[in-house]
């Protein structure tokens, strides 16, 4: 026989972000994936399925960074209150997902105040800029001047220490007397060279 076992989830209000996807360019997506460790095309889907009317989702997402799990969305609701203007307003709510949704009140309150992040500063590393190479190629919108400046800065510099470690291998296959390979390396400093 089979258990259907329920896992409760243990409420860290520190360890929950908020995003609200709505606010965000693809690129501070981007940077905010790479930043929080998050799936971009994830985050991009999301962000294609926001639409501004009642009981759909609005852009706002709650996650979990300890489990990694989006633990909640807000949406407009469907039922409608009339304001001091006499116009319908849709109050926004809350849909906990999965092992969360037995938070307490008092956590949804919790939950609720946790206030979107800012686009964090982009990370400038070797694992960034492939990714940001891969996701262009890809079709995703993400064009930004001053990566593309800082990637062209990071491969001149890898061009470089590569040029200056083949002419230390030239310089002792001379040594060596071993012509072979010297060509061979003479070769790929001149294709480096262009």
Not at 102 to 125: A, G, H, Q, Y
Request: hydrophobic share 40%.
């Amino acid at each position: 026989m089979e258990e259907n076992i329920s896992i409760m989830r243990v409420f860290n209000v520190s360890n929950i972000i908020c995003i609200n996807l709505n606010q965000h360019t693809l690129f501070q997506i981007f940077s905010i994936s790479e930043w929080y460790n998050l799936d971009f095309e994830v985050l991009v889907e999301l962000k294609g399925d926001i639409l501004d009317e009642p009981g759909k989702f609005n852009g706002r997402i709650w996650i979990d960074l300890e489990s990694m799990e989006i633990i909640a969305y807000q949406y407009k609701s469907l039922v409608f209150e009339i304001n001091e203007k006499e116009e319908k307003e849709y109050p926004l709510k809350m849909d906990i997902k999965g092992d969360y949704e037995n938070f307490s009140n008092v956590e949804v309150k919790k939950l609720e105040k946790v206030s979107p992040i800012k686009t964090p500063k982009i990370i400038k590393d070797k694992r960034t800029f492939t990714l940001y190479k891969y996701f262009i190629k890809k079709g995703y919108n993400i064009k930004n001047d001053a990566m593309d400046t800082a990637i062209d800065k990071y491969e001149s510099k890898l061009i470089k220490e590569n040029i200056k470690k083949l002419k230390q291998e030239l310089e002792i296959a001379v040594q060596n007397e071993d012509y072979e390979k010297a060509a061979e390396i003479r070769d790929l400093l001149k294709n480096l060279s262009i």
